[in-house]
């Protein structure tokens, strides 16, 4: 559909749904190449309030509804985390193209059915976050394929965003109109919820971008926290929202990546890397800074580059080119697949002790391919 517009489907009108999806998708430069056609969302009222605060063509109750519509190309799934493998594979059954949001599953099994169908139903898929279209991250993997830390050591990144208060104080949170008191219960809830899912699954997708894929990971992880107010309501934390994770790369090798309630030894999502001859601290080599003022992913330009959530856009803008063109993305499913199984085995090796080898693998970018 070379000539045609991607009709995207926003499946969520929460915080990430109109933040990341609906706000960008609905400025006029990117028109000629996809519309809104339909918004969906379980709370009464707010996917029509969406529909006609974003111009989109079309408003449901229902997931089921949504993609039942014939001018749904595709679907972002802007939905409690839990909900993606159910709902992926509805899509696939649908006939529609997927972007997954952080993150795709909560299980290497599930994923693995999920793109095994989506293979055999010829359905195209990007799984966010697409960390290694950031110029400065390839930098950073060029300087370090380049030798010019010496012998790579080990590397230390994380939040504390997802385990602090910052979900229950989103501007779409707290206001008292339908589409800004979006309840947040579900990040503290199982299967989806937690940080781990949530936000370390960026720091995760920096690290094994940079890095490449990983053999082993143990872990502590626990709840620190088991209550959180949001408004007059106690939310019962069920997922743990304190985890340290102990990755290993090979060739002694090592990572620490962790999730607190509070406080953070980095910047941001950027691991801070260590060798025998030089450290990369967030992007800055020594004296030279790895991340550029004119750096941008492919189609964060314009007025895209002052939004909030502009990663999500350019996911989403990656999935359009692809059906349209046919082009695969290099935002990697089979990177997003070995994310999960470092964050599930590090539950499991959390609760059993036991360090745990992983299984899978993605081919990280070549060295020709990276921004210099």
């Known amino acids: 559909m070379a000539n045609e517009r991607v009709g995207f489907g926003v499946v969520g009108a929460g915080a990430i749904g109109l933040r990341g999806a609906l ?3 609905s400025q006029a430069d990117v028109q000629d190449r996809v519309h809104l056609a339909a918004v969906c969302d379980p709370v009464p009222g707010r996917a ?3 529909a006609a605060t974003y111009n989109v063509a079309a408003a449901y109750l229902t997931y089921e509804a949504l993609l039942a519509d014939p001018n749904v190309d595709a679907v972002t799934l802007c939905s409690p985390i839990g909900l ?6 509805q899509a696939i059954a649908a006939g529609k193209h997927i972007h997954f949001n952080k993150t795709m599953t909560t299980t290497v099994a599930e994923a693995n059915a999920l793109l095994k169908s989506a293979e055999s139903a010829g359905i195209k898929i990007v799984a966010s976050p697409g960390m290694m279209l950031h110029p400065y991250n390839q930098r950073i993997r060029r300087t370090i394929l380049e030798g010019k830390l010496g012998t790579l050591a080990w590397a230390i990144g994380g939040t504390s965003a997802g385990s602090g208060t910052y979900h229950l104080n989103e501007e779409f949170r707290t206001g008292e109109d339908i589409l800004t008191s979006v309840d947040p219960t579900w990040y503290f809830k199982k299967p989806g919820g937690g940080p781990q899912y949530d936000v370390t699954v960026y720091v995760l997708h920096n690290l094994t971008g940079i890095l490449g894929p990983a053999q082993r990971v143990t872990a502590l992880s626990g709840i620190a926290l088991p209550e959180r107010i949001y408004h007059d309501k106690t939310i019962t934390t069920e997922m743990d929202d304190q985890t340290i994770l102990s990755i290993d790369f090979g060739g002694a090798m090592y990572a620490i990546i962790y999730a607190t309630v ?6 941001g999502f950027f691991p801070n890397f260590y060798g025998t001859q030089g450290a990369i ?7 030279v800074s790895l991340q550029r003022e004119s750096d941008h992913q492919p189609h964060v330009i314009g007025v895209h580059a002052t939004m909030p959530e502009n990663h999500v856009f ?5 999935l359009v080119d692809w059906i349209r063109d046919d082009t695969p993305s290099r935002v990697s499913v089979d990177q997003a697949r070995h994310v999960i199984e ?6 499991r090796a959390a609760k059993s002790g036991q360090t745990q080898n992983l299984e899978t693998t993605f081919e990280p970018l070549p060295l020709e391919a990276l921004a210099t």
């Open 23 to 25: 706000m960008h998708l």
């Open 48 to 50: 029509a309030t969406a």
């Open 84 to 89: 993606h493998f159910e709902q992926g594979m």
């Open 262 to 267: 509070a406080g953070s030894l980095t910047q």
């Open 281 to 287: 601290i967030g992007t800055q080599f020594g004296e």
């Open 314 to 318: 350019e996911d989403m803008m990656q």
């Open 342 to 347: 470092i964050i599930e085995s590090g539950y």
